[in-house]
């Protein structure tokens, strides 16, 4: 009984010091040194996305308007047209129509009328849709081209196009895409792609 008393009171005496070891080496560990690995790293931080006027892909410099122009595809997806962060026409707000879309004006007779009234430093948007070139004859295309366009006197049929300018430019305007309606590289049947066009144009018309 005496042997075996002895083995017991050796091992509480053998736990106590393992015990007392693994408290002071606990109370020592330094939480420092602790390192991840590379691939358990921080997480990122949440990315934020700077919003801009139209959504553009960055924003304009003070003292510069913003705008996006976006053409129709095909006879299906009408126009858009932003300025300064305001939808001024859209298929949503369902104010597009087929031809030339300037404030819903497509009669020859009655755009003649609004490209003459249209004033020095007044900058005009526009967007195509399904066919832009049918019913403008050469008066038209003449006061576009005051405009700064450099492609309104070929606008054919069904041709897609978009443009920014402004009355009596001493130059053609930057802001200006085309593209021929062609059945060799058409996106859509009898259509060609859509077209955008955004940027920033100055306070001060160009």
Known sequence: ???????????????????????????????KTIRLPR?????????????????????????????????????????????????????????VGRGL???????????????????EGVLVLVASYDDPGTKMNDEIRKLFSNLGSSYAKQLGFRDSWVFLGAKDLKSKSPFEQFLKNDPNTNKYEGWPELLELEGCVPRKVF
């Open 1 to 31: 009984m005496r042997v075996s008393g002895l083995f017991r009171l050796v091992a509480l005496i053998f736990a106590l010091v393992t015990t007392w070891v693994f408290i002071r080496s606990y109370n020592g560990f330094n939480m």
């Open 39 to 95: 691939w358990m790293g921080s997480v990122p931080r949440e990315t934020r996305v700077e919003k801009t006027k139209c959504g553009l892909s960055k924003p304009c410099p003070e003292n510069f308007f913003s705008f996006k122009l976006s053409s129709g595809a095909a006879n299906v997806v009408g126009p858009s047209m932003c300025f300064e962060n305001h939808l001024i026409m859209s298929p949503v707000k369902n104010n």
């Open 101 to 119: 879309n300037i404030a819903l004006v497509n009669e020859p007779t009655a755009l003649v009328k609004f490209l003459k009234e249209i004033q």
